[in-house]
């Protein structure tokens, strides 16, 4: 949470219009109290899904503190920041699944001719949904889904999206196998740049509207 905090800081930010928290597993809001806490926020959206943990009770409570009225993330919501940046949310597109990861916040971000899909922790089971809805999901950056897991980035989602670069986020050696070998297979297929925070670290891609470009290369 603090490294997050410190980072923004060292950009000069001490406001953040909107926070979104994809899903309420540890690894996605564990340090999104601080985060909260440090920092003016115009808006909070989360899914409308609870747990008992304490770490979202923790982020509750730094919502709390602050007056925050909690935003719901889910398909169709829009978040209007500027005019020259279209902000969409493509999932959750159900109110009720079984596994947790399936209720994350997809999100869409638009800057003039460039495009970013941050995927959460999303499953097939949700890739399929915003298949079946018709979103445009196109775009030149896939944040990948679920670390790299092979229970995410199914084919036709894959297509779907026709990334050039995709980053995955991950911890080294993690327990999981994350990334598992077939997602990275059908990335190289489709001949998808790809960035790994356990090899590169932080990795930060930069958008002036037409081109991106990546603080590694």
Do not use: W
């Not at 597109?93 to 495009?115: H, P």
């Amino acid at each position: 949470g603090f490294a997050v905090v410190n980072y923004i800081k060292s950009l000069g930010f001490n406001n953040i219009d909107a926070v979104i928290g994809t899903h309420p597993h540890e690894d996605h809001i564990g340090g999104m109290d601080e985060v909260v806490d440090n920092f003016d926020i115009g808006s909070i959206y989360l899914p409308k899904k609870t747990t008992t943990t304490k770490t979202f009770k923790d982020l509750l409570n730094s919502i709390k503190n602050k007056n925050l009225k909690i935003k719901s993330a889910a398909a169709g919501v829009n978040i209007d920041l500027d005019p020259a940046l279209k902000i969409q949310m493509f999932a959750p597109n159900s109110s009720d699944y079984k596994d947790l990861n399936n209720y994350s916040a997809v999100i869409k971000i638009t800057y003039e001719s460039t495009a970013f899909l941050l995927e959460g922790d999303a499953e097939s089971i949700s890739e399929h949904e915003m298949l079946e809805k018709g979103y445009n999901l196109k775009a030149d950056v896939l944040k990948v889904g679920h670390h790299g897991s092979s229970s995410s980035t199914s084919e036709k989602f894959l297509e779907a999206v026709k990334p050039n670069y995709a980053v995955i986020s991950l911890g080294a050696d993690n327990e999981y196998g994350h990334p598992h070998r077939e997602t990275l297979e059908k990335l190289s297929a489709a001949k998808v740049k790809v960035y790994r925070t356990d090899e590169q670290g932080t990795i930060i891609a930069q958008s002036d509207g037409s081109s991106i470009k990546f603080n590694i290369d």
